[in-house]
C-alpha cells in the first residue's frame, strides 16, 4: 500500500494454514490497521495481491470475505 508515491507497508510473504487464527499486534503506526483495511478491502493495494485460497481478493465476494475475517480492535 502507497500513501503519496511512498510505500508505507510492505509484506513480502505471509502465509496462513488454513483454519489457523492469527493475532496481528505492534507498536502505533506499524501498519496494522492498514492491513485489516486491505483484508476488509477497505483499502487496495498498490502493487502485488492479497490472495486468499490461492484467489486473489479482488476477484472475491466482499460480503463474503467480510463474514469469514474477524477483525477486534
Known sequence: LQREGKSILTIPNLTIR???KVAIFGENGSGKSLLAN???RMRDPSE???LLDSSNI???????IRRNV???R
Not at 479482488?58 to 463474503?64: A, F, K, Y
Open 18 to 20: 488454513p483454519g489457523a
Open 38 to 40: 486491505a483484508l476488509y
Open 48 to 50: 502485488g495481491a492479497i
Open 58 to 64: 479482488r476477484d472475491l465476494n466482499l460480503s463474503s
Open 70 to 72: 474477524a477483525l477486534i
